[in-house]
């Protein structure tokens, strides 16, 4: 069965911004939020029961983490109504519906507090530490923001024609209004973020098989325009949609998918070309390859990558923290849970 793979959170120019209130709808049967340290098992009791669902023949949906790519934030099944998400900071979740929907999950309960009461200290110092190069991040990204909105400020004049373009993606969308609408709230998540691993994507995947259109050209050429108008259409037209934020800007759209059309919107942009996937490709505006432009290009490219090396170095002094509270764990206790939950969620399969 399909497993998709995408984040709920991104390391931006703004801070971390969390979409993890669109993980799963208000509709869910159960959620579970995870609290405990790091180091503490959280991502392995999520991935361990991803699989689990996986080989009952379940569609499951994997978010990964921005700290570290080859982590998860959360797991979802929709077929069951079932979530589980990592309710620590930065992206701290408090129960909407305690009990009745919501619980928590305490990994805390299978650590030794006087072991970790012996690392005070240094856990304290590494929390620091890594905070600072979280805001180092932050603010190369800041910069990197402020000098493509230069190439945008230069590029707005250069926009080329794409209405007859854009209404061959309106046309289908107008002619699929649905007769009683049942209003649809749009799903809001990232298919991509920045992390210690560099700038990851899982948009090809999750648009595979999907009619491509592909808008390129520089920043400030209509593209965000275009996703805007394009989603507040399908809105009204009353269709499930996808939108998936830009990481560096989460105010901006990058990405639509519209699953009842098989239709999948996407942006080009510096960090993410998408040189390799098929689609029809809409040039929106084209920018000079001389001056400035070529100067703030590169400029971006280098800010980008000063950010992702401080969140590696951030990602480091987190191994560090997670090393101290592994030793002080219990993982028998995490496993006697991880068995308990795998029971409990696959019950919801004979539950109407």
């Keep these: 069965m399909p497993v998709r793979r995408l984040f709920a959170g991104s390391n931006s120019a703004k801070g971390f911004h969390s979409f993890f209130h669109h993980i799963i709808g208000e509709d869910a049967r159960r959620v579970y939020l995870l609290k405990g340290g790091p180091g503490t098992g959280k991502s392995r009791l999520m991935k361990d029961l991803a699989e689990r669902l996986a080989a009952e023949g379940l569609s499951v949906e994997l978010f990964f983490c921005s700290s570290d790519a080859h982590s998860l934030d959360a797991f ?26 919501d619980e928590f999950l305490n990994l805390g309960e299978f650590w030794d507090g006087e072991k970790l009461a012996q690392k005070r200290e240094e856990i304290a110092a590494a929390g620091r530490k890594k905070g600072v190069h979280f805001q180092a991040a932050y603010r190369y990204f800041a910069a990197a ?5 230069n190439v945008a400020a ?27 609408l049942t209003p649809q709230k749009t799903r ?7 992390t210690p691993q560099g700038y990851v994507s899982e948009i ?4 595979a098989g999907f009619t491509r259109y592909i808008f390129t050209g520089p920043p400030g050429a209509g593209q965000f325009h275009y996703l805007e108008l394009i989603l507040s259409q399908a809105e009204l037209a009353g269709l499930q949609v ?14 639509l998918l519209l699953p009842e059309l098989n239709l999948a919107v996407l942006t080009a942009t510096a960090l993410e070309p998408l040189e390799d996937l098929a689609g029809r490709r809409l040039i929106c505006g084209r920018g000079g390859e001389g001056g400035a432009n ?26 560090g923290v997670e090393s101290i509270y592994a030793a002080a764990m219990d993982f028998s206790g995490v496993d006697a849970l991880r068995e308990r939950l795998v029971e409990e969620i696959l019950s919801y399969k004979n539950r109407s």
């Design 76 to 101: 979802a099944c929709g077929e069951l109504g079932v979530a589980v998400m990592d309710a620590t900071f930065p992206h701290v979740q408090e129960p909407a519906w305690p009990g009745c929907r």
């Design 145 to 149: 923001l402020a000098v493509e909105e």
């Design 154 to 180: 230069r590029s707005s004049g250069n926009k080329l024609d794409v209405s007859s373009a854009l209404e061959e993606i309106l046309g289908p969308i107008r002619r699929a209004g649905k007769a009683a």
């Design 188 to 194: 809001r998540l990232f298919a991509s973020a920045l």
């Design 204 to 207: 090809g995947a999750l648009s």
């Design 242 to 255: 996808e939108a998936f934020h830009y990481p560096l800007d989460p105010g901006k759209l990058l990405h």
């Design 294 to 319: 070529a100067r703030d290009r590169q400029l971006f490219r280098e800010l980008v990558d000063l950010g992702i090396a401080e969140l590696q170095k951030a990602q480091a002094v987190h191994a």
